[in-house]
């Protein structure tokens, strides 16, 4: 069959499930009471950071095909994208229903005073365009238009990590490392810098003779 002859199609399945597990465990974790002395916070943290994680992960994406030649990996974009909305929307979740109590007009607020909540809720907002149009109809539909509105991931993950700085009061060790990943990838992007590894393999390699 065709689609076992496409290894991106038949992995697909399994990626999606690997980005499904970060919530089971979360789910798990919630249902046996593992989430330790402050589980509102556990909550929040384990979705947040899964939420940057797959973030970077799709940002990654472009640098991957660059450096490794291997033009497939982009069929995993959308759905890493997309999970990433996902859990961004699980997180902003938590904190409205458990952590605020439903009370959505007090949203308002912590919007106006804590600039960490701004920036993350600015990102959450940002991704919502990206989200409804991530299918290739969209792509077709809006031409050009769509990858100059999909380059708002590059603000989004600017957003998404300072909300990770600025909520953190004392240990900045995790959020410097998403920093620094993110940072790495921007420096990636670079076509000259990419293609440096290749340029090395390639003069590295001894030249056949015919």
């Excluded at 996902?86 to 804590?114: C, M, N, P």
């Excluded at 909540?117 to 990102?123: L, R, S």
């Excluded at 410097?176 to 990636?188: D, E, H, M, R, S």
Aim: with cysteine; hydrophobic share 55%.
């Amino acid at each position: 069959m065709k689609f076992f002859r496409d290894r991106i199609a038949a992995s697909k399945p399994f990626v999606f499930a690997l980005c499904l597990l970060p919530l089971a465990l979360i789910a798990w974790d919630t249902l046996h009471g593992a989430l330790g002395a402050d589980p509102v916070a556990q909550l929040e943290h384990r979705s947040g950071d899964w939420a940057l994680r797959l973030l970077l992960a799709t940002l990654a994406i472009t640098p991957l095909r660059r450096l490794t030649g291997w033009n497939k990996a982009i069929r995993f974009r959308r759905m890493l994208g997309l999970f990433a909305f996902f859990y961004v929307t699980v997180h902003l979740t938590i904190y409205l229903v458990v952590d605020l109590g439903g009370f959505w007009s007090q949203l308002l607020t912590e919007i106006a005073k804590r600039p960490y909540i701004t920036v993350g809720f600015t990102a959450w907002l940002l991704l919502i365009p990206l989200a409804l149009t991530s299918t290739t109809a969209m792509m077709r539909r809006l031409g050009r238009n769509w990858q100059r509105l999909h380059k708002l991931v590059y603000l989004i993950a600017v957003l998404g990590v300072l909300h990770f700085l600025w909520l953190v009061k004392a240990d900045h060790r995790e959020p410097a490392i998403y920093l620094g990943v993110l940072i790495l990838l921007f420096v990636l992007r670079l076509p000259k810098l990419a293609a440096l590894p290749r340029r090395i393999l390639t003069a590295a390699l001894p030249t056949q003779k015919t």
